[in-house]
């Protein structure tokens, strides 16, 4: 008997493609754009006859507050085996899933990676992360999380890569390529067996939610869409990122899933996109509540026809579509296209050749001591040293730590959000990895557990404080209106303080958190973000000095809640900050400066930049810029050299200085190395509200230093007769 072509392996996917196609009914088409959550026995008739062609994998529309989902490969054979042999097509379904920072090997959180500022180091976490989730039977993985965010007040800042689109940019394509395994720049004819399809989210904007509040209205101009919140997603679907999630809220009273000109002008039409885009959960039928869709079927007409390809757990395409599409009111050829998206990444994926997973495999796949290893030098990398006035690093022998705070000896408050598969059992507390690090003659004392703890501490070398945020006080539907740290916690460090020992504090926490007085009060501050599984042991690593702390802030810190919105790349605004003038943007009860800018962190070395020079060929567009970088301390370390670009004058104003180069040095002490970056048309140019390059003549200016407070700079400008020239050379 011959086997149909869209089943034969030897035919090209288009081929197949359009075989199986005209096979489909009306129905059997919607139900490819049909997903649904955590198929059961209770679903198996609607598998059977072809209406539901994705399974989500949670268990609530917010799987990352749930605690400790589990993935059933059986169960997942099982309703796969129901769909291609007992459905008339034999149409696998794709099984999704939230892997957001690590899988069962927990990753520190997203905003953590970010300050690690490698993307070699997120492309290795989340390939660890896509082999031990498909060994588990997931396809597709609804990460990486691109959306900038300038609030810390929303929770979901944890998920994303921070406020700056060229450093999220590198990293989301980092990211896709981890999941991937894809080294081209298009979407895989075939994914690698032991990765999965990643999913750009949330398209696009959302982190701009007024007031810091998740899901709330957005208004975002054009001008800022193409150069900030759609820069993270075009780098990801340049890097061939397989599917887009199409966010909840609304720009300018538009929807994102009934957002025509952002799914399909710019997403599809302009970016070329060839993979499907998903709604968030409910985001289609959401319509109704927005209030541009009258009923579920004008909300599947909207959604399907501004561009979402799949309706995410609201069924609203498969009880819709097909009775549009009959009376005419709705497209067949839109309804095929969503179509095709669809199964061009099922038979990529290889679902129709192997459509069950291996229920035994993870065993040989997961929590591997490789990528324990991977996880605790992101873990350690990403940690960002705040304050030091040489407390730090602590020797391990003839010493006596008090160990206090809240987060000292806790398990899943180190995952963070998002963490579906990790299991709290599995986690270092810092409590452990200290103890597990101790030489000779050394006692830990852990000042909650013991009488007298006044006592005890006077009579301890140092006190070591671990406190910040639960995992509960970030991630999705978890906005706080304070950045300031949870109630009780600067008084305990202050009451620590009259103790008259050395203080060390390390803040876990999924946000930038007010450490004014923490500052005051304490000799170190360590910042480490929800570091993840390794993450007790990442902090000890750095402690006691066996990695020198090289984290970045990828999102500004600032001093007070009432701050917000502060981010390093605004515009300058016709009365910009000098310190010494009234009348500009500031306010009369607080420093205009953040606590700590973006890009800043310490190390237990010094660095110095200088010798800064830009250079020009006339006859190329690029302007070099080296500078030489020195560890001017007495031990190694890594510090990222950073280099900034203003557009001095332009049609539109343009912010005062934008992120376009980095670069991690290792240097021995003592050590110079001279860096380079070459600023070409990308770096310098903009977009306008269409999303077009726009490269215009005029004088720009350059820095490159620690910390986008870099003040090593040059002019160069780009002549009316677009001839690239240096003006001032540099320091
Ligand atoms: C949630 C989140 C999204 C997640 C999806 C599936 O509501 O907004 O990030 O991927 O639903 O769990």
Same mark, same amino acid.
């Given at each position: ?47 059977? @006859? ?56 927990? &990753? ?36 990486? $999380? ?39 720049? &298009? ?91 998903? #709604? ?48 005419? @009111?709705?497209?067949?050829? /839109? ?15 290889? =679902? ?15 929590? =591997? ?42 398990? @899943? ?16 507390? =810092? ?8 030489? &000779?003659?050394? /006692? ?18 140092? $006190? ?85 702390? #090289? ?30 003038? /009234? ?149």
């Amino acid at each position: 008997m011959t086997i149909p072509a869209y089943k034969n392996p030897a035919l090209t996917v288009s081929e197949r493609i359009e075989d199986l196609l005209g096979r489909m009914t009306l129905k059997e088409k919607a139900g490819q754009l049909n997903q649904w959550f955590n198929l059961g026995p209770e679903h198996y008739d609607m598998v059977r @006859k072809g209406e539901i062609g994705s399974d989500l994998l949670a268990g609530s529309p917010t799987a990352g507050n749930s605690p400790q989902e589990r993935i059933f490969a059986r169960r997942y054979n099982e309703v796969q085996k129901i769909a291609v042999t007992e459905s008339r097509l034999g149409i696998p379904l794709i099984f999704g899933r939230d892997v957001i920072h690590g899988y069962r090997t927990v &990753a520190p959180i997203p905003l953590g990676m970010a300050a690690a500022w490698s993307p070699e180091l997120v492309q290795a976490a989340n390939t660890i992360a896509a082999r031990e989730a498909r060994a588990d039977g997931v396809h597709w993985a609804f990460s990486p $999380m691109l959306d900038i965010a300038r609030d810390p007040r929303w929770g979901r800042v944890a998920e994303g890569f921070g406020e700056d689109p060229f450093l999220a940019g590198k990293l989301a394509a980092a990211a896709v390529r981890g999941f991937q395994g894809n080294d081209q720049d &298009a979407i895989p004819e075939r994914f690698p067996v032991d990765r999965v399809v990643a999913c750009a989210k949330h398209f696009v904007g959302y982190g701009a939610a007024e007031g810091g509040r998740d899901y709330n209205t957005t208004e975002i101009t054009r001008q800022t869409l193409h150069n900030v919140y759609l820069a993270t997603f075009k780098a990801a679907i340049q890097s061939g990122c397989g599917t887009v999630m199409s966010a909840f809220h609304d720009i300018g009273g538009i929807p994102l899933s009934a957002h025509r000109y952002l799914l399909t002008e710019v997403l599809k039409e302009q970016w070329g996109f060839g993979g499907f885009v998903v #709604s968030d959960w409910g985001a289609v039928w959401e319509l109704t509540n927005h209030g541009i869709a009258a009923d579920a079927g004008h909300a599947a007409e909207l959604g399907c026809g501004a561009g979402v390809d799949m309706d995410m757990c609201s069924m609203v395409y498969l009880n819709n579509l097909p009775d549009l599409v009959q009376s005419g @009111k709705f497209s067949e050829e /839109r309804l095929d296209d969503a179509v095709r998206r669809v199964l061009r990444i099922k038979f990529a994926l290889g =679902l129709f050749e192997s459509p069950y997973v291996d229920a035994d495999a993870s065993h040989a796949v997961h929590l =591997l001591p490789e990528s324990l290893a991977v996880m605790r030098r992101l873990a350690a990398d990403s940690m960002v040293l705040l304050k030091n006035n040489g407390v730090l690093p602590l020797r391990a022998d003839h010493l006596t730590i008090c160990l206090g705070g809240p987060l000292a000896d806790r398990r @899943k408050e180190l995952f963070g959000c998002w963490t579906i598969d990790g299991r709290d059992e599995e986690v270092t507390t =810092l409590k452990e990895a200290i103890t597990g690090r101790l030489g &000779a003659e050394t /006692r830990l004392h852990h000042y909650e557990l013991v009488d007298d703890a006044v006592k005890l501490a006077r009579a301890s070398d140092v $006190m070591i404080l671990a406190i910040g945020e639960s995992e509960g006080r970030s991630g999705e539907d978890n906005c706080t209106t304070t950045i300031d740290l949870p109630a009780g916690q600067e008084a305990l460090v202050e009451s620590a303080r009259r103790m008259a020992i050395p203080i060390v504090a390390v803040v876990f926490g999924g946000r930038p958190l007010n450490l004014t007085r923490v500052m005051d009060w304490a000799d170190a501050v360590l910042f480490a973000w929800h570091p993840g599984i390794t993450g007790g042991l990442g902090v000890t690593d750095i402690l006691f000095g066996d990695v020198n702390p #090289s984290g970045r802030l990828p999102i500004t810190f600032p001093r007070s809640t009432g701050q917000i919105p502060l981010y390093y790349n605004h515009r300058s605004t016709g009365r910009p900050l000098p310190r010494n003038s /009234r009348r500009h943007s500031r306010y009369i009860d607080a420093l205009d400066s953040p606590l700590f800018p973006f890009g800043f962190g310490l190390s237990y070395t010094t660095f110095t930049y200088g010798n800064l020079c830009a250079t020009a060929d006339p006859q190329i567009p690029e302007i070099v810029v080296t500078a030489q970088v020195t560890n001017t301390g007495d031990r190694a370390g890594t510090t990222v050299a950073q280099c900034y670009v203003r557009d001095v004058v332009a049609s539109v104003a343009r912010p005062v200085r934008e992120l376009k180069g980095f670069e991690r040095v290792f240097l021995e002490a003592g050590q110079s190395k001279t860096i380079l970056f070459r600023l070409g048309p990308q770096e310098v140019s903009y977009l306008d509200d269409n999303g077009h390059e726009v490269l215009e003549p005029g004088r720009f200016q350059v820095w490159v230093g620690g910390d986008s407070n870099a003040d090593l700079g040059a002019d160069f400008e780009i002549t009316p007769d677009g001839r690239w020239g240096v003006i001032d050379k540099g320091e």
